[in-house]
C-alpha cells in the first residue's frame, strides 16, 4: 500500500497526453488488395430495393407509401433491367430502386418466375448511369472457391461479406413451393436484406443470386444459399422479352409426395388428374379414378426419357430442360403393368406439371 508521501510523488508526477505515434504497417497484402478492387468494380452494380405498399388513409382518404421490406437486386443491362428475388418485392405494390450514388428511382415490374424466386424490374436512368454486372458462369464451379457477396443486410448499404463456395447441387425450396436445384451453399455472411444481391467469383463476375439461409434465428449461421447464374441467364432475357415463363409439360396434376405415400407408392409420381384437351390426355395418360368395384385406380409416373422419377418434383426437374412442343418418352405403372407412351410436351400453367 503507497504511504501518503509516495501517494502524492505518484500523483503529481507527469503523465503523457500526446497521441502515441502511429506505426507504419507496409503495403495491403496481395488478396485485400485484390478484394478492394473487386469492390469498387463490383459495388456501382448493386442497388438497394426497397418494397413499397400504397395503402389509402382512412381519416383524410390520402394515398399513402408504406415501406413494406428492403432487400438487394443488380443492374443487368444499360437499358435499367434490375434483377432480384420475387420475396423481395412481392409484398408491395410498388418498389423503389436506390443506386450505388444513392440516386433513388421509381421501378415498374418487368416479369417475375416464382418457380426460381427471380424477378426482374426496370427503372428509367440516364445514359451511362447504370453499370451492368460482369456475367460468369456457374458451370465450372468448386467447393473451396473464393466467394464475395455485396448487399444491404439489414439496410445497411453497399455492405461487402467474403467466403467460399461450401457446396454445390444443393436444392431449396422456391416461393411456389417448387424445388430449385443445383443451388451454390456459402459460408458468406448472407443475412435479411441480402436477398436479391449477388454473389460473385475472384474475378468479380456473377455466379449466383443470394436467395436464402439456413437458421434457427432469422440470421446469419453459415450457411447461406444462392441460385446459380447460368440458371439466371436463361431465365432473365425471356422475362425481360415475355414477362413470363412458358413452361413445357404434359397436361396433368401429379398428388402430393406425402398423400402418394399413404397410397403405397414408395417411388413415382402419381397422377391425380389431366386436362381433357391436354397432351397427357392425348396420349390416353388416365386420371385418378373409382372403378366398378370400389377400387381406387391411378397412374404412376416411373420415369421420362429414361431419367427415374422417385418424387414429384423430379417431374419438373425433367421437364424444365424441355422446350413445348418437343416429344418425351413417359415410363408408366399401370394396372401392374409398365407402359411408355410417347408425349409431346405442350405449354402448361403453374398449376399443372
Known amino acids: 500500500m503507497l504511504r501518503n508521501a ?4 505518484w500523483v503529481g508526477s507527469p ?3 500526446e497521441p502515441r505515434p502511429i506505426q507504419p504497417r507496409g503495403d495491403l497484402a496481395e488478396d485485400e488488395k485484390a478484394t478492394i478492387e473487386l ?5 456501382p452494380s448493386v442497388v438497394h430495393i426497397t418494397s413499397i405498399a400504397v395503402r389509402r388513409d382512412r381519416l383524410s382518404l390520402n394515398l399513402l407509401e408504406i415501406p413494406e421490406g428492403t432487400g438487394s437486386g443488380f443492374v443487368w443491362d444499360d437499358a435499367g433491367h434490375i434483377v432480384t428475388n420475387l420475396h423481395v418485392i412481392e409484398t408491395g405494390n410498388t418498389a423503389r430502386v436506390t443506386l450505388a450514388d444513392n440516386t ?4 415498374r415490374l ?41 448487399g444491404n443486410p439489414f439496410g445497411l448499404d453497399q455492405t461487402l461479406t467474403t467466403g467460399v463456395i461450401s457446396g454445390l ?17 456459402t459460408d458468406a455472411a448472407v443475412n435479411p436484406g441480402n436477398s436479391g444481391g449477388p454473389l460473385l467469383d475472384s474475378a468479380g463476375r456473377l455466379i449466383g443470386v443470394n436467395t436464402a439461409i439456413v437458421s434457427p434465428s432469422g440470421v446469419y449461421a453459415g450457411i447461406g444459399f444462392a441460385v446459380p447464374v447460368d440458371t439466371i441467364n436463361e431465365i432473365v432475357p425471356l422475362l425481360i422479352r415475355d414477362g413470363r415463363i412458358e413452361r413445357a409439360g404434359l397436361g396433368l396434376r401429379l398428388l402430393p409426395d406425402d398423400f402418394a405415400q399413404k397410397l403405397g407408392v414408395a417411388q413415382g409420381a402419381v397422377v391425380l388428374d389431366v386436362l381433357e384437351t391436354g397432351a397427357a390426355a392425348a396420349a390416353g395418360i388416365r386420371p385418378m379414378f373409382w372403378d366398378h368395384d370400389g377400387d381406387l385406380r391411378f397412374e404412376v409416373i416411373l420415369a421420362i426419357d429414361g431419367e427415374q422419377i422417385r418424387r414429384q418434383d423430379d417431374v419438373m426437374r425433367v421437364l424444365e430442360k424441355r422446350k413445348v412442343g418437343e416429344k418425351v418418352a413417359v415410363t408408366l405403372l399401370r394396372d401392374g403393368k409398365q407402359e411408355t407412351l410417347s408425349i409431346t410436351l405442350q405449354g402448361i400453367s403453374r398449376s399443372m406439371r
Open 6 to 9: 509516495e501517494w502524492w510523488r
Open 15 to 17: 503523465v503523457s497526453i
Open 39 to 43: 469492390f469498387r468494380q463490383a459495388s
Open 104 to 107: 433513388s428511382l421509381d421501378a
Open 110 to 150: 418487368v416479369g417475375i418466375e416464382p418457380d426460381k424466386d427471380i424477378a426482374v424490374l426496370r427503372v428509367d436512368a440516364p445514359p451511362g448511369k447504370l453499370r451492368p454486372i460482369p456475367i460468369g458462369t456457374s458451370a465450372d464451379l468448386q467447393v473451396g472457391q473464393k466467394v464475395f457477396a455485396i
Open 169 to 185: 447441387g444443393r436444392e431449396i425450396q422456391s416461393e411456389s413451393r417448387r424445388v430449385i436445384d443445383g443451388v451454390i451453399q
